[in-house]
């Protein structure tokens, strides 16, 4: 379980398994500086679907990418993403 100061159910949870059976249109988003992005490039090589994209937003952390204070989330690329994707 979960607790404040000790994840690691977590943090040995195999995440990434089943990321080979993901067979829908996948967009995975993170910053340039995030601590996590190794994670998001590790999910994105892993993952099978064949419409996928990896969106590294230049300059951002990770909390530049929770709520757009710092102006960073492209939502551009997101709307043409689903344009493309979502039908």
Known sequence: AWNATMPLSF???PLLSYASEVTIPTL??????AH???????????IGSKEKALVIVPG????DLYDNVAGKIPFATFTQFFKTNLQ
């Open 36 to 46: 996590s992005r190794y994670f998001a490039e590790d999910a994105f090589k892993a």
């Open 11 to 13: 943090m040995n949870m």
């Open 60 to 63: 951002a952390n990770h909390v």
């Open 28 to 33: 995975i988003v993170t910053g340039e500086q």
